[in-house]
């Protein structure tokens, strides 16, 4: 996913910059970047890895090499940024949260009819951020540019721009599929995915963007260059799994939403006869917690924490280059409460089953440690789609996700003409999908959240939220 913070102050803006992009860190984990405007210096950049340590201390020694009264930082699961530009606008600095998944024809279709080059990373792939420069630059102005940039990608980009006059250009994604807010503070501005970063450091709520609305932000106030379109489809899974707890999106809170659909999915099982002799329900953490503590204070069963994951070494931001280091890792956070396992009936709720991967190790661990029996609950319906607007699933095919693959061995390729009822536990393709994965992931039983149970517990429009990796619906 990603995230991005940006400040327009009268006084130097590098605290805020630093600490508000941190708090951005839950978003990614690949790399994070800082760019500063000083009257004097002008801009100034730095990236820096964050795969094996924090945003923190990759970048505490900024404050001995950069300054400004304005600057923009981000956190990026992707490609390096923020990119500093020479354009017929200027110098400036550019960052973006989203995906474009239409790059390779925009790069084939502008490589030739702009610059002859792009700058190439390793293995040979376009920064994704230079593309949206370049498109940009085309046109005459910023507004006319991430206009064009709207209309011409497919996925999504939410974009911040530092001008070389200091100000801050913010442009929501066309369809709003993530958040953009800005805040008001005694000393200027402010510019951030997520609200609760700036309202730490003495913001107060200004006003969200709406769709592909784009606006200047400076020391002195905020001017809107584009007006808001009519059509938003916000990410469902901001509340379901990338939020942090304390986040806010289009006014609903997502631990409020979580509780509330733990609740409906308790109220869904309250008369399955296989949870009547469970000793106590508990959350992968971190995200699956939030729906755990919501199922059972509706269903009365017990709450517990029968594993704590491990974060002062082995934080999220901790993702080792290979993958039986990864599985290491993902054991070592994983410390058991053997009182709470050892001949115990389970119920463990998490966010989501993608791959089925981390799940199955987490079964594997709890069995390891004398659990008697694991049900499963999955806090929405079998993703079917791989996400092409924000990558939330990290698929780069839809035979990666777990219930594609098991539908596959059940019908074959016909079997995809029929999805919708492998979603729905209570048809019979929905009950077979159900019993195969158990099988597979040494399961006592598992079920899903209904699609009609998370857009209830989030509570907008079904027509605002963005749900296609449920339903393929765009």
Known sequence: MGGFFGCASR?????????????????????????????EIGLQREIHSIENSPFRTKF????????????IGVISDRDPQPLLIRSRMGTYAICYVGLITNAQELIDKYLVDCCGHFDAMTGGEINSTELLAVMINKKESFIEGIKFVQQMI????????????????????????HPVAVGKGEKGYCVSFEAFAYKKLGYEDEKE???????????????????????????????????????TYEGVNVEMMRYR???????HDKEDPTLKEVDHVSGVPDSGTSHAIGYANRSALPFARPFIKYTPTWS????????????????????????????????IIDDSIVRG????????????HGAKEVHMRSACPPIMYSCKYLNF??????????????????????????????????????????????EKLNLTSIDFQSLEGVIEAIGLDPCKLCTYCWNGRE
């Open 11 to 39: 006084s130097d803006a590098l605290s805020d910059v630093f600490y508000g992009t941190d708090y951005h860190s839950h978003l990614g984990t690949h790399r994070g970047g800082i760019a500063m405007h000083d009257d």
């Open 60 to 71: 505490e020694q900024v404050f001995g090499k950069m300054k400004g009264r304005s600057g």
């Open 154 to 177: 497919e996925g999504s980009a939410s974009i911040l721009i530092l001008t070389e006059r200091g100000s801050l250009i913010a442009a929501r994604d066309r369809y709003g599929r």
């Open 209 to 247: 963007l709406g769709p592909g609305e784009i606006v200047e932000v400076t020391a002195d106030g905020v001017t809107q260059l584009a007006k808001p379109g009519d059509k938003m489809r916000i990410c469902s899974f901001l509340w379901s799994y990338y939020g942090y707890p304390t986040s």
């Open 261 to 267: 659909n733990g609740a409906i999915m308790a109220d």
């Open 316 to 347: 999220r931001s901790f993702t080792p280059s290979e993958q039986s280091t990864r599985n290491q890792v993902a054991r070592m956070k994983q410390i058991p409460i053997h009182e709470l396992i050892h001949d115990k009936k389970m119920l």
């Open 357 to 368: 991967t981390q799940i199955g190790r987490t079964v594997d661990f709890l069995y390891s």
């Open 393 to 438: 699933s990290r698929a780069t095919s839809n035979m990666e996700l777990i219930a594609r693959r098991v539908i596959m061995e059940l019908e074959g390729e016909d079997g995809f003409k029929h999805l919708e009822e492998y979603s729905d536990g209570k048809t019979e393709r929905g009950k077979n999908l159900r019993k195969v994965l158990c």
